[in-house]
């Protein structure tokens, strides 16, 4: 009856931005769509030898890279957000911002970094040689190995349980903490006891994008030699040329990943975190003096050191070396590209952003509802399974069109669109859908609906309306999702990697391609200009944040 009902209303409301949504939500779910249904092809000889010997290993090693790396993530995040929100230290409100900088540090490039500073030849086994006389044993740098890939994640994707977990305590707990107190329990107690359990759908929030991150990795695990599903989805793909099987991993990697979905609904469903009352405190740091306060400076200065300050430095060093080498028309040329490929994906995301969104609050019913999650689907489906799934439709897109290239001259069965930028553009498209919807969503929810229905009840359309009405009061939220689409685009990795084409190169994929040559002092000016660009993006959303705050 309800589905009837949608149907109605949509009906009654059929018009442009209805037509233009349904297709941004087609572009969405067709690669997804694909890789299901090749499934259920029969399996090829590769196949039949990866299950048998590879795949357990693929599963294993996946599943332990994502459980500690989620498991330390929270560690340092949530006490790093329990510090800066409950107590008030020396450079409280440097850490409070400046722990967000590691993650303008893309992991791949932080890999690359730290790899090459503590190697035999590295900064630091020399500096301690030279300078200090002592010959350390170079296994106790050996970082290029399972416990060193977890040592990267956890350094440099922490601040998304950071931040989610700081914002939750500064805003909701005061009232909870100070009762604690008030009521006799002790610091450790008052953190274990209350903080961690009213804590836990933002850390929750904060851990499953750890997770995703760590399964749409590529560069960490492929530089360190770790068998995850997504390395064997590349070495499937271009060591045996064998997409079918690639499209199986791709599946299984898929299957995982609703699994989590399953999982986080699960655990958020078994128990209600909401306040009895809408009166929230703000939690009020407490002052903290002596041992306490150098404990609190020195573990946030470790860990800012650590996963950003340190690998800048080194960054910039390598940039003085061979920067001659590097900049020169041909990395202007690389710049350009990147620069380009990122904006022409970003408009035309914030371009389906803006009207599905505008189309969800006009037409609030259970059509609408799937039409939001659809759109936002791609971001929690690792790169490697969308690079599958674009690929697959735009090799079965260009067979289909092939009469078509044969009377315009372009041979029998060319691969057109295959071997084309539109791919890779589709696929950022797919990627990074949710991150220019979720900034437009939550604009329109900030101004609501009061302005734009006097708009319509004086007559103008819903096209006149959102350019006269809702495009000036929503420009902070447009600036938002660009500025996050922007800057996602240029770090993404494997994306550009698999599907760009022939001779045509990104900041990312050339310093993936320097690293992998051994030349990681080249690879620090394309790294750096990542950093920068990330770096800024962090800068203006803080003082964006305070702005509207204000």
């Given at each position: 009856?309800?589905?009837?009902?949608?149907?109605r209303n949509i009906k009654q409301h059929k018009n442009g931005w209805l037509y233009?949504?349904?297709?941004?939500?087609?572009?969405?779910?067709?690669?997804?769509?694909?890789?299901?249904?090749?499934?259920?092809?029969?399996?090829?000889?590769?196949?039949?030898?990866?299950?048998?010997?590879?795949?357990?290993?693929?599963?294993?090693?996946?599943?332990?890279?994502?459980?500690?790396?989620?498991?330390?993530?929270?560690?340092?995040?949530?006490?790093?957000?329990?510090?800066?929100?409950?107590?008030?230290?020396?450079?409280?409100?440097?850490?409070?911002?400046?722990?967000?900088?590691?993650?303008?540090?893309?992991?791949?490039?932080?890999?690359?970094?730290?790899?090459?500073?503590?190697?035999?030849?590295?900064?630091?086994?020399?500096?301690?040689?030279?300078?200090?006389?002592?010959?350390?044993?170079?296994?106790?740098?050996?970082?290029?190995?399972?416990?060193?890939?977890?040592?990267?994640?956890?350094?440099?994707?922490?601040?998304?349980?950071?931040?989610?977990?700081?914002?939750?305590?500064?805003?909701?707990?005061?009232?909870?903490?100070?009762?604690?107190?008030?009521?006799?329990?002790?610091?450790?107690?008052?953190?274990?006891?209350?903080?961690?359990?009213?804590?836990?759908p933002a850390i929750i929030g904060g851990v499953i994008l750890v997770v995703f991150?760590?399964?749409?990795?590529?560069?960490?695990?492929?530089?360190?030699?770790?068998?995850?599903?997504?390395?064997?989805?590349?070495?499937?793909?271009?060591?045996?040329?064998?997409?079918?099987?690639?499209?199986?991993?791709?599946?299984?990697?898929?299957?995982?990943?609703?699994?989590?979905?399953?999982?986080?609904?699960?655990?958020?469903?078994?128990?209600?975190?909401?306040?009895?009352?809408?009166?929230?405190?703000?939690?009020?740091?407490?002052?903290?003096?002596?041992?306490?306060?150098?404990?609190?400076?020195?573990?946030?200065?470790?860990?800012?050191?650590?996963?950003?300050?340190?690998?800048?430095?080194?960054?910039?060093?390598?940039?003085?070396?061979?920067?001659?080498?590097?900049?020169?028309?041909?990395?202007?040329?690389?710049?350009?590209?990147?620069?380009?490929?990122?904006?022409?994906?970003?408009?035309?995301?914030?371009?389906?952003?803006?009207?599905?969104?505008?189309?969800?609050?006009?037409?609030?019913?259970?059509?609408?509802?799937?039409?939001?999650?659809?759109?936002?689907?791609?971001?929690?489906?690792?790169?490697?399974?969308?690079?599958?799934?674009?690929?697959?439709?735009?090799?079965?897109?260009?067979?289909?069109?092939?009469?078509?290239?044969?009377?315009?001259?372009?041979?029998?069965?060319?691969?057109?669109?295959?071997?084309?930028?539109?791919?890779?553009?589709?696929?950022?498209?797919?990627?990074?859908?949710?991150?220019?919807?979720?900034?437009?969503?939550?604009?329109?929810?900030?101004?609501?609906?009061?302005?734009?229905?006097?708009?319509?009840?004086?007559?103008?359309?819903?096209?006149?309306?959102?350019?006269?009405?809702?495009?000036?009061?929503?420009?902070?939220?447009?600036?938002?999702?660009?500025?996050?689409?922007?800057?996602?685009?240029?770090?993404?990795?494997?994306?550009?990697?698999?599907?760009?084409?022939?001779?045509?190169?990104?900041?990312?994929?050339?310093?993936?391609?320097?690293?992998?040559?051994?030349?990681?002092?080249?690879?620090?000016?394309?790294?750096?200009?990542?950093?920068?660009?990330?770096?800024?993006?962090?800068?203006?959303?803080?003082?964006?944040?305070?702005?509207?705050?204000?």
């Open positions: 009856m309800r589905f009837a009902t949608a149907i233009a949504s349904l297709l941004g939500a087609v572009i969405v779910l067709l690669p997804i769509f694909t890789i299901f249904v090749s499934l259920f092809h029969p399996p090829n000889e590769n196949w039949q030898h990866i299950q048998q010997y590879l795949l357990q290993d693929y599963v294993f090693q996946t599943v332990w890279l994502v459980l500690f790396s989620c498991l330390f993530t929270v560690l340092i995040g949530v006490t790093l957000a329990w510090l800066i929100a409950a107590y008030d230290f020396p450079l409280r409100r440097f850490f409070r911002w400046a722990l967000v900088l590691p993650l303008a540090v893309p992991p791949y490039i932080a890999a690359y970094t730290y790899s090459t500073m503590l190697s035999y030849t590295g900064f630091v086994q020399t500096t301690l040689r030279n300078e200090f006389g002592v010959t350390p044993n170079p296994e106790w740098f050996g970082i290029m190995s399972m416990r060193g890939a977890i040592f990267i994640f956890s350094m440099f994707l922490f601040p998304y349980v950071y931040m989610i977990t700081k914002s939750f305590l500064e805003h909701q707990s005061g009232s909870y903490i100070e009762n604690a107190s008030l009521l006799g329990r002790k610091p450790i107690s008052i953190f274990f006891r209350i903080v961690l359990p009213i804590s836990r991150e760590v399964l749409s990795d590529f560069g960490v695990s492929s530089y360190y030699g770790i068998q995850t599903i997504s390395v064997a989805i590349f070495q499937t793909w271009f060591g045996m040329y064998d997409v079918d099987s690639a499209v199986r991993l791709a599946a299984w990697l898929m299957a995982g990943v609703v699994g989590l979905f399953v999982v986080e609904r699960l655990l958020r469903h078994q128990r209600s975190f909401a306040a009895s009352t809408s009166k929230s405190r703000p939690l009020t740091p407490k002052r903290l003096k002596g041992s306490g306060a150098a404990v609190a400076f020195l573990f946030c200065g470790l860990v800012f050191a650590c996963s950003f300050l340190i690998p800048f430095l080194q960054l910039i060093v390598w940039a003085t070396w061979s920067y001659h080498d590097v900049l020169t028309p041909a990395f202007i040329e690389l710049t350009y590209n990147t620069i380009g490929l990122a904006l022409t994906a970003t408009v035309i995301i914030m371009l389906f952003s803006v009207i599905v969104a505008n189309v969800v609050r006009q037409q609030s019913n259970a059509i609408t509802y799937v039409l939001a999650r659809s759109v936002t689907a791609g971001y929690s489906v690792p790169g490697a399974i969308i690079a599958i799934g674009v690929l697959a439709l735009f090799i079965g897109l260009d067979h289909w069109l092939a009469p078509l290239y044969s009377r315009m001259g372009l041979g029998e069965s060319p691969l057109v669109l295959s071997m084309s930028l539109v791919m890779l553009v589709v696929a950022y498209v797919v990627r990074f859908m949710a991150t220019g919807y979720n900034a437009v969503e939550a604009g329109f929810e900030k101004i609501g609906m009061k302005y734009t229905e006097a708009s319509r009840m004086l007559g103008l359309g819903m096209t006149k309306t959102f350019f006269k009405v809702d495009a000036p009061l929503l420009k902070g939220a447009l600036l938002s999702g660009v500025i996050l689409t922007f800057v996602e685009i240029i770090k993404e990795l494997p994306l550009a990697l698999l599907l760009r084409p022939f001779n045509f190169e990104t900041l990312a994929t050339k310093t993936y391609q320097y690293a992998s040559d051994e030349r990681i002092y080249e690879a620090s000016i394309p790294s750096l200009f990542i950093i920068g660009v990330s770096m800024i993006s962090v800068i203006v959303f803080h003082q964006l944040g305070k702005k509207l705050k204000s």
